[in-house]
């Protein structure tokens, strides 16, 4: 949140019909408000301000900022500016620690048992959007990736896995088959075991498609010869989230700007 309070009590001990005053100084504190709302809309929307850690551009953020609160109170003139209901807002500003995902992922409604009743496993679809600029990068703030247009490019030609009219599931159609190892886990230094891409499918309706990749994740456990199956204790975990201070970014960004307006207000009042 942010707040920004203007003390009018000089402006209550002067003698003489002062509402009109009043009524401008308000009218400034809400064009204030309505430039710190515009400009914190805009930071989270793609606009990466100085100050800010990285780019984020995240619709229901800027969805929930709003001019809270215009009010007065004795002698002071306020206005709260801020998100409205969007818990995700603090993680953003503050950070987030990694944290192993297996716990939530074994645990949820649509894992099952293992075949040697040993754990539990899950399979997790990953959806990757298409390229929209560039070579890839994240179409919101670490939900979804876009695929690298050499991947889309493969992609697109697979032969579609469609829902059966009949049963209701889908007949499954190709897959995408990336020779390439999979990535490490700076944290965890866990190796994945394939690429992102691998096992990739394309799936949809004729005029609409999805891309999507499943990976299995499940209880790490031992058979009884000692042979680890399983997960990799190391895997699925979910990195740390630095801080990204919006609000201090907007905060220096605006207030330069809104105390020269309201200075050069006051000025034409009693000037």
């Not at 002071?76 to 503050?94: K, T, W």
């Not at 599931?169 to 020779?179: A, N, P, R, T």
């Not at 207030?255 to 200075?263: C, Y």
Request: glycine share 8%; charged share 25%; with cysteine.
């Amino acid at each position: 949140m942010l707040q920004i309070n203007v003390d009018v009590s000089d402006l209550m001990s002067v003698k003489g019909d002062m509402q009109s005053a009043v009524i401008a100084i308000q009218q400034g504190m809400t064009d204030a408000g309505t430039f710190i709302r515009d400009t914190w809309v805009q930071a989270v929307s793609g606009n990466k301000l100085e100050g800010m850690t990285k780019v984020v551009n995240d619709d229901a953020y800027a969805k929930s900022i709003k001019v809270l609160r215009e009010s007065m109170s004795g002698d002071s003139l306020s206005i709260i500016v801020g998100p409205f209901n969007y818990e995700r807002a603090q993680d953003i500003e503050q950070g987030l620690p990694a944290y192993d995902m297996k716990p939530f992922l074994l645990n949820g409604p649509k894992s099952r048992p293992t075949k040697d009743g040993k754990g539990r496993y899950n399979i997790v679809p990953f959806r990757h959007d298409v390229p929209r600029s560039g070579d890839g990068g994240f179409s919101a703030i670490g939900l979804r990736m876009q695929m690298p247009k050499d991947i889309y490019k493969q992609a697109k030609q697979l032969v579609k896995s469609v829902p059966n009219a009949t049963t209701g599931k889908i007949d499954w159609g190709q897959s995408l088959h990336i020779e390439e190892m999979g990535s490490i886990n700076k944290m965890s230094l866990y190796q994945h075991k394939a690429n992102q891409y691998e096992g990739m499918y394309r799936v949809g309706y004729e005029k609409h498609s999805q891309y999507l990749t499943f990976r299995t994740v499940s209880t790490p456990r031992t058979d009884k010869n000692g042979k680890r199956k399983g997960s990799a204790p190391n895997s699925w975990i979910h990195p740390a989230t630095p801080a990204n201070p919006i609000v201090r970014a907007v905060y220096n960004y605006c207030m330069p700007r809104i105390e020269t307006n309201l200075d050069e207000l006051l000025r034409e009042l009693f000037t």
